[in-house]
């Protein structure tokens, strides 16, 4: 799944400034996203996570280990310049693997 970053509002802005409430809101959006395909969060195997400042590693790993606790997945947290939406302060790329 390609990267996903916060929800904008009517222009192109994260509807929060809140590195935490970006990550749960993120996650949310994978989860309805990996329903559409008939999977869960819990078939997540790998997840790279960029940040605009790696010291939000420490809010961001809790958020990420709750929503992703059944699977456990291989991740990656890299630090990175600017994203393309405005006041983003992360976005979040999964891979899951569907058993049918």
Same mark, same amino acid.
């Given at each position: 799944?390609? =990267? @996903?970053?916060?929800? +904008? =509002?009517? @222009?192109?802005?994260?509807?929060?400034?809140?590195?935490?409430?970006?990550?749960?809101?993120?996650?949310?959006?994978?989860? &309805?996203?990996? +329903?559409?395909? =008939?999977?869960?969060?819990?078939?997540?195997?790998?997840?790279? !996570?960029?940040?605009? &400042?790696?010291?939000?590693?420490?809010? @961001?790993?809790?958020?990420?280990?709750?929503?992703?606790?059944?699977? !456990?997945?291989?991740?990656?947290?890299?630090? @990175?310049?600017?994203?393309?939406?405005?006041?983003? +302060?992360?976005?979040?790329?999964?891979?899951?693997?569907?058993? +049918?």
């Amino acid at each position: 799944m390609p =990267g @996903v970053q916060a929800p +904008k =509002g009517e @222009v192109n802005e994260v509807v929060t400034e809140d590195v935490a409430e970006q990550t749960k809101l993120i996650f949310q959006e994978i989860n &309805d996203i990996l +329903k559409q395909a =008939g999977a869960t969060l819990d078939d997540v195997v790998k997840a790279v !996570i960029y940040l605009k &400042d790696i010291n939000d590693f420490e809010i @961001v790993s809790p958020i990420r280990a709750e929503y992703l606790k059944n699977s !456990i997945p291989v991740s990656t947290m890299i630090e @990175v310049g600017e994203f393309v939406r405005k006041g983003s +302060k992360i976005e979040i790329e999964v891979t899951a693997i569907i058993n +049918k």
